[in-house]
T-cell receptor
Framework: GENVEQHPSTLSVQEGDSAVIKCTYS??????FPWYKQELGKRPQLIID?????GEKKDQRIAVTLNKTAKHFSLHITETQPEDSAVYFC??????????FGGGTRLMVKP | DAGITQSPRYKITETGRQVTLMCHQT?????MFWYRQDLGHGLRLIYY???????DKGEVPDGYVVSRSKTENFPLTLESATRSQTSVYFC???????????????FGEGSRLTVL
């Protein structure tokens, strides 16, 4: 089955700096890669996703890149703000299978 | 939002007792899921259901039972709770994209279960 690895497990940045979280996946048939944000004590919520026919997608301060050859994808957050502090989960899914999540990254943005 | 709700939100029980966590969604989503979240393990799939009366095992199904007699409800039962089942449980639902189950997951608020 699919295996998704996520790094780093914790990330601390200064407000205004950029943050990058990286994920690798094992199933070359995977074609959908969402990112979820979970604030402390809250439910995970989708923040951005990318499909395998696209190499990059941007939404304001967040962007996701996908390298199908290397089987890795990354989340980029620019101009970080304290409200970006949360746990971020990457995930991958191949047709006919269920979503597999990475282990999560705790992002701390220091004011 | 009230589209997917879980109950109870907090539960303390003892080893060996039966516990049922309830999940209800109002969107008529075909797929429903149960995940457990533990520190260092992220979100792990316990069971899922593609439609009423169709359920299947996920990554960590041992010790759990599910049913789905109605599209909107997907209860999770721990038949004999163990300490290792202390966790936060999330229910989720989605409608699948064409070709698979890769739609946006909508999560409930979570149920924090402590087994003493």
């Amino acid at each position: 089955g699919e295996n998704v690895e996520q790094h780093p497990s914790t990330l601390s940045v200064q407000e205004g700096d950029s943050a990058v979280i990286k994920c690798t996946y094992s199933d070359s048939a995977s074609n959908y890669f969402p990112w979820y944000k979970q604030e402390l004590g809250k439910r995970p919520q989708l923040i951005i996703d990318i499909r395998s026919n696209v190499g990059e997608k941007k939404d304001q301060r967040i962007a996701v890149t996908l390298n199908k050859t290397a089987k890795h994808f990354s989340l980029h957050i620019t101009e970080t703000q304290p409200e970006d502090s949360a746990v971020y989960f990457c995930a991958a899914i191949a047709p006919g299978n269920m979503l597999t999540f990475g282990g999560g990254t705790r992002l701390m943005v220091k004011p | 939002d009230a589209g997917i709700t879980q109950s109870p939100r907090y539960k303390i029980t003892e080893t060996g007792r039966q516990v049922t966590l309830m999940c209800h969604q109002t969107w008529s989503h075909s797929y429903m899921f149960w995940y457990r979240q533990d520190l260092g393990h992220g979100l792990r799939l316990i069971y899922y259901s593609a439609a009423a009366d169709i359920t299947d095992k996920g990554e960590v199904p041992d010790g759990y039972v599910v049913s789905r007699s109605k599209t909107e409800n997907f209860p999770l039962t721990l038949e004999s709770a163990t300490r290792s089942q202390t966790s936060v449980y999330f229910c989720a639902s989605t409608n699948p994209l064409s070709g698979g189950a890769g739609g946006e997951l909508f999560f409930g608020e979570g149920s924090r279960l402590t087994v003493l």
